[in-house]
């Protein structure tokens, strides 16, 4: 069955850094393209990045183009979101997700925070 397991979130400075791992399993991962979502407070689930397989290309909502990098490891089934130049408004839960026959799965999500 499709597994998704995020990691790598946690408490950050304004102008720090963090890379986040979704570890995917059940699935030909490199076939797929992969979304990372976030969800803040209070906030409706957001979509931040996506990448499609056999070349990777991206797509970045505005308010993180420029700071935030979506990459995959088709051998190791893992996608990552480096974020860089992190504020207080990209506090949330960040979710990895993946759509298998019209099917959304979901990780359980790392929360990251960013605060001084």
């Known amino acids: 069955q499709v597994q998704l397991v995020e990691s790598g979130g946690g408490l950050v400075q304004p102008g720090g850094s963090l890379t986040l791992s979704c570890v995917a399993s059940?699935?030909?991962?490199?076939?797929?393209?992969m979304n990372w979502y976030r969800q803040a407070p209070g906030k409706e689930r957001e979509l931040v990045a996506t990448?499609?397989?056999?070349?990777?290309?991206?797509y970045y909502t505005d308010s993180v183009k420029g700071r935030f990098t979506i990459s995959r490891d088709d051998v190791n089934n893992t996608v990552y979101l480096q974020m860089n130049s992190l504020r207080p408004s990209d506090t949330a839960v960040y979710l990895c997700?993946?759509?298998?026959?019209?099917?959304?799965?979901w990780g359980q999500g790392t929360q990251v925070t960013v605060s001084s």
């Open positions: 997700r993946v759509t298998k026959f019209g099917v959304n799965y």
């Open positions: 059940g699935f030909i991962f490199s076939r797929y393209t």
């Open positions: 990448i499609i397989p056999a070349g990777g290309k991206t």
